[in-house]
C-alpha cells in the first residue's frame, strides 16, 4: 500500500528543479501512506512520486517509481494485485523475465506487453499511473471495486496533477479550489461525495473501475476497463446450500490470496458473519492466524463475546483492542478532516481511525469482511425499504396528508411513522437512500444563499441516484442492492477505511471484493440473497460450516462510535464555530437566518416531534457542519 502524484507539465513548461520540488511536496503530503520510501522520476515533462508500505518484495527491486527494462513505460502503483503469481507465469511463458517479486513489476510487464487493454485482468486493490514516455501521456486508473483513490486536477497551460489524496493536490499552484456548488449539495444530501464529485471545481475523482488519459493540452479521455455492479446472464441456479458450497469454493481461493505477504498479516474479527468466515478460512489455509477485535466500553457496540468464541474455534491468536472511552480529540478532528480532504460525516470513520492505530502495532497488513453487506444484501434496511414501497402505492398527497396529521399527534413513534411516510411518498430512487440522507434537497432551498444553490438541486440528486443503479431493475429493491454497490460501498465504506487505515500505514485487504466473489454475487438471483426479512443468506450458509451457529443467527451490531456520546465538547465547539462565529466559512454559502435556526434546532436533545428530528439524524448534520466548516478553514479556498 502505498501513496501516488505526479504532473503533467503544462505548456508554459515547469523547469526540472521546479518539477522535482513538486514532486518532492506531493511526497512530504502522502508520506503517512508509505512511511518505508520514498522516490520520484521524470519522464520528459511528466513526473512520477511515490510513497512507499513495503509488503511484498521489501527489497529495492520493489521500489518505485519503476521504469521498464526498455525504459519506454514508468509506473506508480499503489495496492495489491492478488493474482500477479499467475499472470507471472503466464508472462514468463511468453519470454518475459522478472528482476524482483513484487506485483508491481508484473503489473507494469504485463501493461508494457498488452497495453491498457489489460487493465481488465487486474484483480485487486489498486490506483496505478502509467506513463508512455514516447507519446507523452499518463493514463490513471482505479480499481474496480473502488477500494484505492486517485484524483485528478487541470492546471494552468494544459497540464495535470494527480494524487492519491486531495490534501496533496490542494497543495499544488494552479489548482482550482473553489467549491462547487453541485457538489455542496450531494455533500449535504449524503454526508459524503460521490465519484467523480469533490467539492473542489477543479478535482475529479475516477470512478471505480474508470480509467483515464492525460495529455497536455488536450481533454482527459475516460472510459471504464470493468464493469459496473448489476445483474450479469446466465443467473445461477440451486438451492441455497447448493450455491453456498460453490461460494465457499471462491472465498476460499480468496483468502488465500489475499494472504499473500512478506510481512505480518492478521484478521479483523468483530464476530460477524462476514470478518468470521473472512478469519476462518485464513485459519485454514496458515493453520493459526492472529485476529484482532474490538473492545467497547458501551455494551451496545461491543462484541468481544462472539469474536472471543470464533477465535476458540478457529484456533487463532486473539488479541483484543480496546478502543478508548475518551470522547473525540483535536487531534483526531483535525486527522479526520486532513485525510478525508473532502468533509466525510460518516462517524464510524473515528472508530476505523483508532482501531488503525490499535492494531498498526502488531501487523502491517489486516484482512476484512468489508463489502458483504453491500455485494450479499446484508443490510436491514432492505427489509424497511419494502414496507417503504408497498405504502408507495398509496398516492402521494394521501402519505403527506397522513404525515401531517400523525406529526401533530406527537409522540417519538409516530414522528417515526411519519418519516416513513414521508420516505414513501418520494420519487423511487430517492427512497433507497430515505434512512441515510441528511439534509434533502428542498431543505437546501431555505439553508443556502441562491448563489450556492444548483438550479434543481432534487432533480440533480434523482438523476445521479438513477445513473447509480436506483431504478436499474424492476423491483426497486434489487436496485436499491446495486445503487448500493454503486454509490455506498465505494463512495462511503471503502473511502473512510482506506483514507483512516492509511493514516496509520496499515494495509487492509477485503477478500469479499475480489472480482470472482463480486461475479458470483452478480449472477446471484436476489432471493439468494435476500428473501425480506433476513439478509445474506447465501453468506450465511456458508458460515454455519464453519463457526459456531449462534454467531450467524445474532443480532446484526454496525462498527460505530456513537457519536452524541464521543463528540464531547470538541464536536460542540466546532458545531458553535460552524453555526455561530462571525469567522465560520460556512457565512459565505448558507443564509444567515437558517445558520441561526440550525443552531437552535441542532441543539436539542432526545426525540424530537418533527418527521426529520431523530437524535441519530441530528448529531450527524451537527457532525456534518461542523466537519465542512473545519475542512474549509484548514483547506480553504
Known sequence: MCGIAGIVSPATGLDGSELERTLARLAEALGHRGPDARG???????????????????????????????????????????????????????????????????????????GV?????????????????????????????????????????????????????????????????????????FGFLPSPHSLRSGVVQLRPGEAVRLRCGARPERWRFAPEPGPQAPRLVGSIDELSYELEEILSRAVAEHLVSDVPVGVLLSGGVDSSIVAALAA?????????????????????????????????????VELSAEGLSEDELDTLVDHHGDPFADSSSLAVLRLSREMRRFVTVALSGDGADEVFAGYPRFTELRWLSMLARIPSVALTSASSLTTALGGSRLRRVARALLCAAMPRPRRAVAFTSLFWPEEQRDLLLPEWLPPDPGDALDRLLVARGANLEADPISSAHWLEQRLILPDDMLTKVDRMSMTAALEVRPPLLANDVLDFAARLPFEAKHDGRTGKLVLRAVARRLVPPWIVDRPKMGFAIPLENHGGRVLDEATRFALESQASPLRAFFRPEALKDLSVSLSRRGEGTKPEDSPFRRVHRRWLLALLARSLVRMPT
Not at 48 to 68: F, V, Y
Open 40 to 114: 520520484t522520476a521524470v519522464a520528459g515533462g511528466i513526473g512520477l512520486a511515490h510513497t512507499r508500505l513495503s509488503i511484498l518484495d521489501l527489497s529495492e527491486q520493489g521500489a518505485q517509481p519503476m521504469w521498464s527494462p526498455d525504459r519506454k513505460q514508468l509506473v506508480a502503483y499503489n495496492g495489491e494485485v492478488y493474482n500477479f503469481k499467475t499472470l507471472r507465469s503466464e508472462l514468463e511463458a511468453h519470454g518475459e523475465s522478472f528482476v524482483g517479486g513484487s506485483d508491481t513489476e508484473v503489473v507494469l510487464r504485463l501493461l508494457a506487453r498488452e
Open 117 to 189: 487493454a489489460a487493465l481488465g485482468r487486474l484483480d485487486g486493490m489498486f490506483a496505478l499511473a502509467l506513463v508512455d514516455h514516447e507519446r507523452g501521456e499518463v493514463v490513471l486508473a482505479r480499481d474496480r471495486a473502488g477500494q484505492k483513490p486517485l484524483y485528478y486536477a487541470a492546471l494552468p497551460g494544459g497540464g495535470f496533477t494527480f494524487a492519491s489524496e486531495l490534501r496533496a493536490l490542494l497543495g499544488v499552484p494552479g489548482v482550482d479550489r473553489s467549491v462547487d456548488p453541485a457538489s455542496l449539495s450531494h455533500l449535504l444530501s
Open 284 to 320: 485454514r489455509h496458515t493453520g493459526r492466524i492472529q485476529t484482532f477485535s474490538v473492545v467497547h466500553s458501551d455494551p451496545a457496540y461491543d462484541e468481544r463475546h462472539a469474536a472471543r468464541a470464533v477465535a476458540e474455534h478457529i484456533g487463532s491468536e486473539h488479541f483484543e
